[in-house]
């Protein structure tokens, strides 16, 4: 079993940065690849960003790319996301996960196994 926390969100004027953190606690984490997820009122679920478990391979959704920077303290057994240049489009319910599969990074809901509860980021224009 794992356990996931998010925290960090909130309420961010456009251009304006967060960082949100993801605490595991339940199992090894550093074995498992971890992702982050968002979901904006009326949308689905959607793959924002996904590392490794060493952290030495990123993946981003083509939104985020140049903006989002995930990373990992293993020792810590927490996930980040630092989101800067945010958008009014940026607004959604931001979850982590994480993939135990240990089959590289996934890209879809069905390829992690546990979910945080998600944390609100609200980007006014």
């Known amino acids: 079993q794992v356990q996931l926390v998010e925290s960090g969100g909130g309420l961010v004027q456009a251009g304006g940065s967060l960082r949100l953190s993801c605490a595991a606690s339940?199992?090894?984490?550093?074995?498992?690849?971890m992702g982050w997820f968002r979901q904006a009122t009326g949308k689905e679920r959607e793959f924002v960003a996904g590392?490794?478990?060493?952290?030495?391979?990123?993946l981003y959704a083509d939104s985020v790319k140049g903006r989002f920077t995930i990373s990992r303290d293993n020792a810590k057994k927490t996930v980040y996301l630092q989101m800067n240049s945010l958008k009014p489009e940026d607004t959604a319910v931001y979850y982590c996960?994480?993939?135990?599969?240990?089959?590289?990074?996934?890209?879809?809901?069905?390829?992690?196994?546990?979910w945080g509860q998600g944390t609100q980021v609200t980007v006014s224009s």
């Open positions: 996960a994480a993939d135990i599969r240990q089959l590289g990074i996934g890209v879809r809901e069905y390829e992690y196994n546990y």
């Open positions: 339940g199992r090894t984490f550093s074995s498992d690849a």
């Open positions: 590392i490794s478990w060493s952290g030495g391979s990123t």
